[in-house]
């Protein structure tokens, strides 16, 4: 394929030109394209859900597009292997079907597979982490096919070692860790609070999975109708000590301890600073979820990277929190 504007393979909806674009149907098809164009000249995209994309994009831009599902049964536990290419939300409804259970929470995150492990997706109370057994890879830099066990993936919040080292590996296969014995996760407020309305004592994955989508559906823009690019902020993680300092000031802070520091709520503290009344172009935050960028009017990534840069300066002076973009932020200089 020659150059094509990506703006139906982005979720932001911007438009952005690619010099090339092609389709990867197979583990071959991006060893010859980075043999043919070398590492540095591909970016490799699934289905543009997490991405804020320049105006110009001078790379061959590689559609992970491999399909195909394999399972293997071990006693309870079950190991299925899903292309890259494979839609991640049907995968989920697919492994339910079939009652292997563990992905329920993480129903309806749209994308694809392959970049399920890239910033390792969470939702609800489970992230890709707690299911993943390993992923195959190519290295685009040194050529050649790996294996990651889930240690050697980095994981953290938002975060491992294919999102430390952007354009390196391309994901191919994502083996997850599934079971047949529903062991159900629904202690997220969110969920708790679905259970309590209908009176749920002890649901089943596929009601966390129903309830997960009723939640999504109803504080989430769908991108279809409404571009964006999901969380378009990380929930900032500040030390116990800045924790506690913020909230003398600001007593109704909602501050959650994990092993890397204190996290807070980026949508909280957008929501104070008063970003829902902003407007830019149609670039504003969701009102019932101000973490979700949307870009209602067509604007450019420029403008949306300008809107955000006016957020994180805003909460920096208000608050001393320093707020990182989620997407990745491709083709700008
Ligand atoms: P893309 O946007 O195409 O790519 C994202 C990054 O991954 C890019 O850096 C790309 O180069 C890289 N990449 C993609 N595929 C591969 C591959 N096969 N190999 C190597 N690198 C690759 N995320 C969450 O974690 N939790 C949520 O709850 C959540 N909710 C969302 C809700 C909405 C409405 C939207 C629009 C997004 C949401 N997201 C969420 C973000 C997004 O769904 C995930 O990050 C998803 O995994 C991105 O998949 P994708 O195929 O669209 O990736
Ligand atoms: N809130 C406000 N004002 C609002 C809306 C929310 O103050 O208008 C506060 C509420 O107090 C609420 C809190 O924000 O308790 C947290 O909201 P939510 O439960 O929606 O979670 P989040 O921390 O904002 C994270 C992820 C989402 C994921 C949800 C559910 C990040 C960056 N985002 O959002 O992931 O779906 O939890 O687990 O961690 C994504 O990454 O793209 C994404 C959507």
């Known amino acids: 394929m020659t150059s094509l504007n990506l703006k139906s393979f982005n979720t932001l909806s911007v438009e952005a030109v690619a010099d090339q674009v092609e389709i990867v149907a197979s583990e071959d098809d991006i060893i010859k394209l980075a043999q043919?164009?070398?590492?540095?000249?591909?970016?490799?995209?699934?289905?543009?859900?997490?991405?804020?994309?320049?105006?110009?994009?001078?790379?061959?831009?590689?559609?992970m597009r491999s399909r195909g599902i394999a399972v293997d049964e071990i006693g309870s536990r079950i190991k299925v292997t899903v292309s890259a290419g494979e839609n991640w939300h049907q995968l989920v409804m697919w492994t339910l079907e079939r009652g292997y259970y563990g992905l329920e929470n993480l129903a309806l995150i749209p994308g694809s597979a392959g970049a399920a492990p890239v910033q390792n997706i969470g939702a609800y109370g489970v992230e890709l982490a707690d299911v993943l057994s390993h992923v195959d890879v190519v290295d685009l830099e040194r050529g050649g096919c790996e294996t990651f066990t889930n240690a050697q993936c980095g994981f953290g919040y938002r975060d491992s070692l294919f999102k430390r080292t952007p354009g390196r590996y391309a994901i191919t296969q994502v083996t997850l860790d599934l079971s047949k014995e529903p062991g159900v996760v629904a202690?997220?407020?969110?969920?708790?609070?679905?259970?309590?309305?209908?009176?749920?004592?002890?649901?089943?994955?596929?009601?966390?999975?129903?309830?997960?989508?009723?939640?999504?559906?109803?504080?989430?823009?769908?991108?279809?109708?409404?571009?964006?690019?999901?969380?378009?902020?990380?929930?900032?993680?500040?030390?116990?000590?800045?924790?506690?300092?913020?909230?003398?000031?600001?007593?109704?802070?909602?501050?959650?301890?994990?092993?890397?520091?204190?996290?807070?709520?980026?949508?909280?503290?957008?929501?104070?600073?008063?970003?829902?009344?902003?407007?830019?172009?149609?670039?504003?935050?969701?009102?019932?979820?101000?973490?979700?960028?949307?870009?209602?009017?067509?604007?450019?990534?420029?403008?949306?990277?300008?809107?955000?840069?006016?957020?994180?300066?805003?909460?920096?002076?208000?608050?001393g929190v320093r707020l990182e973009i989620e997407p990745d932020v491709i083709g700008f200089s």
Do not use: M
């Open 187 to 319: 202690a997220y407020p969110d969920l708790q609070e679905e259970f309590e309305r209908e009176g749920v004592i002890a649901p089943t994955p596929e009601q966390v999975a129903a309830a997960v989508t009723r939640v999504r559906q109803t504080k989430l823009p769908d991108p279809t109708l409404t571009p964006n690019a999901g969380s378009f902020f990380k929930n900032p993680v500040v030390t116990a000590h800045q924790a506690a300092r913020l909230q003398q000031s600001f007593a109704q802070l909602k501050v959650y301890p994990t092993e890397a520091g204190v996290k807070l709520s980026a949508a909280q503290l957008i929501d104070w600073a008063g970003w829902k009344e902003r407007n830019s172009h149609g670039v504003r935050v969701w009102p019932r979820q101000p973490l979700v960028l949307v870009n209602e009017l067509g604007s450019s990534g420029a403008d949306i990277l300008q809107f955000a840069a006016a957020i994180q300066s805003d909460i920096a002076d208000r608050y």
């Open 36 to 63: 043919d164009h070398g590492s540095t000249r591909l970016l490799v995209l699934g289905e543009g859900s997490n991405v804020l994309l320049a105006p110009a994009v001078h790379r061959v831009v590689c559609l």
